[in-house]
Every structure is written in C-alpha cells, then in structure tokens.
C-alpha cells in the first residue's frame, strides 16, 4: 500500500528580480498653469485660516480684556461709591461732633438737610451707644441694634447685611467724656445690580461680591439665559482667586465641560476686604467668535471660486500665446531660423509675453553673432597655441643644443663651439651665425653680441639682423648662447692651466737624480718617481698598502749588511710622515 506521507521536495521557482522603469510623464505648461491657478485658488483658503485663527486668538484676547477691563472699572465705581459716601460720613460726623460739644443739642435740623443731601445712601441714622436712635432719616430693614453691634469696632467702616450695605463713623461727644454716637447710612443691594449693568451693557454678565472672611456679599445674574449661578466659594477657590489677584492678568477658566465652563475675572475694591468676580459662560464666547467669523469667511471663500474659474479660462488663452513661443524655440533649434509670431499674438497677447519674444529675437542674433566671434577667437586661439608651440620646441632645441655645449668635451672646444652655433642658426632660421674673435663691422647687414666674462671679451657672434617681431626672442636666445660659450671658453682655459701646471711638476720629479715617494695618511703609495722606483723596484702600476713596512722589508734585503743606512732612512720617513702626512725618502 503506497503510503500517503511520501517525502519529496518541490524546487521553488528562482528569485527575479524585477526592476520597472518608472515612466516620467512630461508636464506641459498647462499643467504647470493648471496647478498654479489652482494654488491661487486655494492661497486665499491657507490665507482664510490663518487670518480666522489669528482673528480668534485676537477675538480671545479682545473678549478677556474687554472682561478684565470691566471688572477693574466696577471696582473703581464701587472704590469712588464707597469713598464719597464714607466722606460724606465723616464730614456730617464733624459737624455733629462740634455741635454737640458746644451745644449739648444734636442739632436735628441740620443733620436733616444733610441727610437730604447725602449722595446714594438711602438712610441715615444717629444711635448712641445703647443702642438708642437719636435721629433718623429714610427707610432701612435693619434695626438699631443689630447696627450698634455691627460697628462696635471703631475700625470697621462698612457693613454687609440681608438687603442693605451700611456705613458707620463714630461721634465723640468731647474729649473727657465717654459718650460717643454712631452715624450709620444704609443703601440698598439693588443699586450694585445698576452700576453692574451700566458696567456691562448688554453683555451676559454675572457678578459676585464677596469678603475675605468667605462670606458672599451680593450676587446678581444679567442676560443670561441659562442662569448661571454663583461660585462655591470653598478655601480652594478663595485660595485661586487670591493667586489670580497677583497674576499680571487676573482671569481664569473653570475645569468644567465646555457648555458648562465658566470664565471668571477678578479684582480688589480698595479700602475694603471685598472681591469682585466676573463670570461669562464659554458657550457665549464661542458665539461671539462664530459670529466674528461667519462674514468674513463667506466673502473670501466666494472670491476663491471666482478666481478659479476666471482664471482657468484665462489660462487657456495664456496657454495659446505661450504655445506661439514654443514654436519660435523649436524653429531656432530645427534650423537656425527666427519664426515671426501671428498677428493674433501681437494684437492680443500680454505685454510680457510680446516682449519675451522680442528679447527671444534679440537673444538669437546676439547667440549667431556670438558664435561668429567665437570662432574667430576659435581660431586665434588655435594661431596662439600653435605659435606657442614652436617656441617651446625652438626653447627645447636650444637646450638640447646648449647641453652638448655644457657636457664634458671629447672634442676640442672651438668644433663644439661650432657646432652649437650652426645648431642655433638653424633653430632661430637665421642665414648667418658665426662665432669670431672680432666683430664683423664692414657690414651693415650684420649684428654682434659680445662673448665676455669679468675678465674680459672672449669673442663676438656675429649673426644676421633679424625681422623687428623676432629680434627680442633672437636676442634673449643669442644671449644665452654667448654666456654659454664663455663658461665652456673660461673652462678650457682653467684645464690648460691647471694641466701645463701638472707636466711641470710631473717633469721635474721625474728628472730629479734622487728617489721621492709621496704616502698618504694611510700608509698607501700615491706617487714614485722614476729614481725611486729603480731604487725600490716598484713597476709604475704597482699598488702598495704599506709604503714603510714594504721599504723596511726591500732595504732589508738588498742592503742587510748596512744597518746604519737603513735605519737612517726609515727614520726619516716616520719623522716627515708625523708631521704632513705624507713622506719624501731619498
């Protein structure tokens, strides 16, 4: 039975790697136009947004001042409120005071037209300190009672009750005694409800009061709808709203859900331990943001689609005039030709494009006329180079031939000399160059070039006037040529010298009757003469390392009975050799 689990193995197809040419689609013009009046559509779009999110972050800061602001403004009205009805106290308590004390009499009448006069208090009392009313004026809810306990503190100026703010000076009824009178005028809340909405206007607006005890001193709720409510004025939040006192701007945001968030304001009434807090809902901020936006936004979104559609039919007669351009182009590069355009282009085609066709004219004949100039530079070029050339070949035989000149002579100097001369003659192309020991005067045709050293003129050559365009390169080339002829002329002259010199001193050693050996500092024989090496039996190229022991060892020899002149001749030479380094023996 054939099993089911047979093992084999299926050979995977070969990795192919596969690489695809990615096809570049040629963008035309229009598709360039195309796109770019598409972004002009759209700029003002990229423009609408960031000019709307400028225009909330300004709207924003706008609407926080503006509730800052009149936060601030509230607790000055309420600050010059407090101050001309404290002023108004204390001046009618000064007067009282001195009738009093005059008198013994509260003068009534007075304190009645006072009171007919005081500024926004509604009622005004006299109590003494047992609680008695002396005098009063107006209708207020709170009795005298609860007044004399309330400002039993001399220092405590302003009092909150139910449905009232009242405040107190203290009358001295004289110095030595210990009477005194409280002088208490009353106003009611509801007139903070009026200076609030003169405040605000019709803004939906909620104000709080309340003291640094934690004790809300009024509350009211204007055109709001939703009936916001007063803050829970828990330590936390007084603790927040002393910090926002200190901020450089006093505003903050309640951490709430957005349609219940609340913005709040805050600030000081001066002279007083009263707070006052603003409140708007964030749902209303919102609106007027909207509301901000909503015109502006329609208007450029409407101009947006217009210039689109404008400008893409503008774009296609754009695209036609451009087209005529393109043709110009590609009848320059066919053949070379200026395309002159139609007479619908150069009635009705932008100024710019007509005179990008003109310049395009313009730029094909400066192109032709630049291309003629660059040939004949082409060609100059090509003259210079070539010229430059064959000086460098010219300079390269001149060397060539000065340095058979310089190099050691196997022949005589005057056969060189010549020879390098008419080696020059031919380079320079001249028809006559000669070296000379004078100057060839009797003829006009010719010019001469001293050969001279420190010591004196060696010679002159003599060579033909060349054309007045080559004379300075013949010249330097001439030049050269006699300095080199007197370093190889001076030379000679030293060798002969040094030479003769030698045959001299080589003739009179060997002519000498007695034997002279020159050693070296080693001990090696340099020289023997003629006498010495018959005496010694040296052959002229013999090599001797140790000229005394060789002399010691042949004298020796040939003179063994005579130790007296050996000796004395040995002797001699070690003493000549001490000083010198070299030794004469004869």
Known sequence: MASTSSNFVVPLPPVVKVEVEEQVVPKDFRGYLTRALAWTALMPLFM??????????HTAAVIDDQQIMRTQQFARSMS?????????????????????????????????????????ITSLKLISEDGKVDFSYGKSDVSASELASAFVDYEVKVRSFDNE???????????SSDD???????????DFAGIFERSVGAEPYALQIFD?????????????????????????????????????????????????????????????????????????????????????????????????????????????????LIDQINAFKKDGSIKKPDRSFLTNAPIELKLLSVLFEKLV????????????????????????????????????????????????????????????????????LTFADK?????????????????????????????????????????????????????QEMFSSVKASQSRFNALL??????????????????????????????PEASIAKVESYIEERFRKVYLADGKITSRIFCGSQAVRQQSGFGFLY
């Not at 703010?165 to 110095?175: L, M, P, T, W």
């Open 48 to 57: 609408l947004a960031f000019m709307h999110f400028s225009q909330l972050t």
């Open 80 to 120: 010059a409120r407090i101050v001309s009805i404290e002023t108004f106290l204390n001046t009618a308590a000064d007067m009282i005071s001195e009738s009093i004390a005059g008198s013994k009499v509260i003068p009534v009448s007075r304190v009645q037209r006072l009171a007919e006069k005081m500024p926004y």
């Open 165 to 175: 703010i009242c405040f107190g000076s203290r009358i001295e009824e004289s110095s």
């Open 180 to 190: 005194s009178y409280l002088l208490i005028g009353c106003e009611p809340k509801s």
């Open 212 to 324: 640094s005890k934690q004790k809300q001193i009024f509350y009211t709720s204007l055109n709001d709808k939703g009936n916001l409510g007063p803050q829970n004025l828990t330590p936390e939040f007084v603790k927040l709203s002393e910090q926002m006192l200190q901020a450089p701007t006093p505003l903050w945001r309640t951490n709430q859900k957005r349609n219940d968030s609340v913005v709040l304001s805050i600030a000081e009434i001066p002279d007083t331990d009263w707070r006052i807090v603003f409140s708007q809902r964030v749902t209303f901020r919102d609106k007027q943001l909207l509301s901000s936006l909503l015109t502006s936004g329609v208007f450029l979104v409407c101009g947006a689609l217009l210039a689109l559609i404008v400008g893409t039919f503008l774009g296609f007669r754009l695209t036609s005039y451009v087209q005529t």
């Open 365 to 432: 004949r400066q192109v032709q006329s630049t291309q003629k100039k660059l040939e004949e530079a082409n060609l100059d070029l090509t003259h210079q180079v070539n010229l430059r050339t064959r000086t460098l070949n010219q300079r390269n035989q001149e060397l060539r031939a000065l340095q058979f000149l310089l190099a050691p002579l196997r022949d005589e100097a005057q056969v060189v000399i010549k020879r390098t001369v008419e080696s020059f003659r031919l380079i320079l192309g001249l028809n006559y």
């Open 439 to 491: 100057p060839e005067s009797d003829r006009p045709d010719l010019a001469s070039l001293p050969v001279e050293l420190s010591t004196g003129v060696l010679g002159y050559l003599n060579f033909e006037r060349p054309d007045y365009t080559q004379e300075n390169r013949v010249h330097t080339s001439l030049q050269r040529l006699a300095n080199s002829i007197a370093i190889v002329l001076d030379n």
């Open 510 to 539: 060997e002519s000498m009757t007695e034997g002279v050996v020159l050693i070296g500092k080693t001990g090696s024989l340099l020289y023997a003469n003629k006498t010495a090496r018959g005496i010694l039996s040296i052959s």
